[in-house]
């Protein structure tokens, strides 16, 4: 298994631009989450989805950012217009229902200048 | 809401040593899982060790080992016998044992950076 796979690894944008984040999950894995790392906020949660549907998005910041899972094999995660301060590493992880672990992918560096 | 705190932002060891993260959370369930997550430079998330919170035997995993308390809501992670590759960044998390929906997430400490000192 490939694990959970994350495009791009590193995105550097220009404020005011969109960006779009993207996450395949482990096949079978019937959660997805995404996440933000900074230095000033740690791991905060953004957003997570059951089976495609949205569950909890009450970590996401602002109207600026919006997620979507059309089906079981593919995520992502918008940001419009981009900001300097949504500088940071976003991470998509999946669980399967009734396991204690989640796998997490190798993160997507987000830069926005 | 469950919060979990890491009150050393900063550790080092000598390679060979034994070290002790710590981590405190909060929570008014009885039910839930502890993990600790470790972080290298690549920025990977890698699991280290989980606990149950129905067990009361502490989890081991080769070299690392925690000292779970529920009573006193400690979860520390000891590593022994460090080795260079240990050195990273080390993530406490929690999530409920709940099956409601919105308690699947997890929920992590600030980190503890770990330096190997050779």
């Known amino acids: 298994d490939a694990g959970v796979i994350q495009s791009p690894r590193h995105e550097v944008t220009e404020m005011g631009q969109e960006v779009t984040l993207r996450c395949k999950p482990i096949s079978g894995h019937d959660y997805l989450f995404w996440y933000r790392q900074t230095m000033m906020r740690g791991l905060e949660l953004l957003i997570y989805f059951n089976n495609n549907v949205p569950i909890d998005d009450s970590g996401m910041p602002e109207d600026r950012f919006s997620a979507k899972m059309p089906n079981a094999s593919f995520s992502t995660l918008k940001i419009q217009p981009s900001e300097p301060r949504d500088s940071a590493v976003y991470f998509c992880?999946?669980?399967?229902?009734?396991?204690?672990?989640?796998?997490f992918g190798p993160g997507t560096r987000l830069t926005v200048l | 809401a469950q919060t979990v705190t890491q009150s050393q932002p900063e550790m080092s060891v000598q390679e060979a040593e034994t070290v002790t993260l710590s981590c405190t959370y909060d929570?008014?369930?009885?039910?839930?899982?502890l993990f600790w997550y470790k972080q290298p430079p690549s920025r990977q998330m890698i699991l280290v060790i989980r606990?149950?919170?129905?067990?009361?035997q502490n989890a081991t995993e080769n070299r690392f080992s925690v000292n779970f308390q529920k009573a006193a809501k400690s979860f520390s992670l000891k590593i022994s016998d460090s080795q260079l590759g240990d050195a990273a960044m080390y993530f406490c998390a929690y999530r409920s044992a709940r099956t409601f929906q919105g308690a699947q997430k997890l929920v992590f400490g600030q980190g503890t950076r770990l330096t190997i000192n050779p």
């Open positions: 606990q149950e919170a129905y067990k009361q």
């Open positions: 992880a999946t669980r399967q229902w009734a396991k204690r672990q989640q796998f």
């Open positions: 929570t008014s369930e009885s039910d839930y899982y």
